[in-house]
């Protein structure tokens, strides 16, 4: 049974209050990294898996892409994305990431935004998005980093007094499900090495163009000082990867 906390209200009345939410990919503290990787977009096709409110499909559609298709497994997600999009070019489809079907070579730009660590098949979705994308095609994503989910329990270790210690890590190379918190909801997530992200990538047959663990931009930092612990230990985990083969 694939788990959709969105479209319960408590979780999704919460989630709508992040920062992200409201105020969208500038609120993203990895969305400078993020964009720098974005291959040209104009006259492309893409394709954007566990798209949630759309913030990054309508990216894609303010720099001309030909088509743009958000997918996510949530009907509130996408209630939100439709309400706040008004773009042609652009069409969402609820359905678990997992299971949609697409063409051969259909997508010159894959892209996905914090969804992976959500779903458990990885490599069997490295398999399909090499499929789908064309020659020399661009797969991007962002996940949390394998750091920040090794644990159940992602928090910071604090001393008596409350003051930040460390982040632990513990049980990092037993791969699988964590029933984590996750704004104040218990939430599964799955758990993969950082040599299975990339390995995966690897044996699907992608080049791997660039790894990123991004921190918070100086712009950013100014803005929010309390983003400045997010320098003591990677977040999150971005990677660029290209289709070098037609097959």
Known sequence: MKENKYDDTNFFTAYQKMPRSVKGLEAAGEWHVLKALMPALRNKNVLDLGCGFGWHCRYAGEQQADSVIGVDISENMLKKAR???????ISFIKMPIEDVEFDSAQ???????????YIEPFERMCQKVHNWLK????FLFSVEHPIFTSQNKQEWYYDKQGNILHWPIDH????????TIF???KVIKYHRTLSTY???????GFYIKSVKEPAPSEEMLQRMPQMKDELRRPMF???????????
């Open 237 to 247: 985990l971005i990677i660029s990867a290209e289709k070098i083969d037609s097959q």
């Open 172 to 179: 990092y190379q037993e791969e699988g499900s964590r029933q």
């Open 83 to 89: 309400d706040s999009t008004n773009d042609p070019a």
């Open 183 to 185: 704004l104040t909801e």
């Open 198 to 204: 990339i390995n995966s990538l690897i044996s699907a």
């Open 107 to 117: 997508f010159e730009v894959v892209i996905s935004s914090l969804a992976f660590h």
């Open 135 to 138: 020659k020399g095609g661009t």
